[in-house]
């Protein structure tokens, strides 16, 4: 039981479309079996074996049409003939099956307000914000554009998922990234969920093809997500290298944090904080390498114009 012959049916093998959608073109052939008993498994086989259609395959006058749909009918009541109709369009970036049959990925840009602390001026360099008498006013927020990526990642397997997971969840950029500097974007993992569909191919035709559909978020901060506290205290280094209270002139502990130097000794008082180690602050998060990871987001396919 196996096929006999096949051929092509210009008859309903137009082109169609419409603006701002994809154009469609139907291909048909007949298929000729040698028994009645074929089943629909082996004729399937046959549509990769003999036509060479998978799905994603391109429309050889248009190959930026892919072949995304297909319908299988019989002809008559014999169970001898049959009718392939395959529907070739350019699918959504999300249904663009890879050569494995699992989507590619799909990335989208995200933007927004956020609300973050205010502690600085946008003087460069920088001062720190204080009222009248130097000292620092807390609990300051500001309007920052929040700007950001999301990427739909497709895995063949848990494996697979973890691998990022571990790799990259929680992590910053260790180098220039989405055109942001080192340690200024953050990556999310959100979540997965495990997608069911069909496949169509010579070794499986008619199956299934389950992968994992993969979320994931990158924010950026232009500060590297550092956290940034204030170098005061009320006790500090004196010259030998031990720590003390600090005192007022007539010796009592003072009341209010005073600002240090880099080397722990207390300031004058009255002088400006500045963040602590130098106003560099301090690194919170570890940092992965996100260009080999997820390659470089894009809206547009990379070399496209």
Known sequence: MAWVRFERIVEGTGISGKYG?????????QIRVDSPLTSKADI????????????GSPHWELPALLAME????????????????VQYYTPSPDKVPTENG?????????GGVTTVPAFQTIDDPPETITNAAGDPIEGLERERPEK???LTRCYADDAALNVDVDAADGHLND???????AKTWKAYFKGAKRVTTSRLDGSDDGGILEY???QWEFRYDPLTWKLMPWDVGFMALDGSGQKVAITTDDGKPVKQPVALDTDGTALAPGTKPNVINGG???????????????GTPHLMPIGSS
Not at 102 to 110: G, H, L
Not at 280 to 294: C, L, N, R, S
Request: net charge negative; proline share 5%; charged share 25%.
């Open 70 to 85: 297909f319908d299988l009918s019989p002809v008559g009541r014999d169970g001898m003939r049959w009718i392939l109709t």
């Open 280 to 294: 560099a602050g301090v690194d919170q998060y570890p940092q992965a390498d996100f260009e080999t990871i997820f």
């Open 21 to 29: 959608e994809s154009l469609r073109v139907p291909e048909r052939w």
């Open 175 to 181: 180098d220039e990234w989405a055109e942001g500097e």
């Open 212 to 214: 994992i559909e993969g």
């Open 102 to 110: 699992i989507p590619d990925d799909v990335w989208e840009r995200s």
């Open 148 to 150: 950001g990526w999301t």
């Open 44 to 55: 399937l086989v046959g549509v990769t074996g003999q036509i060479g259609v998978t799905y």
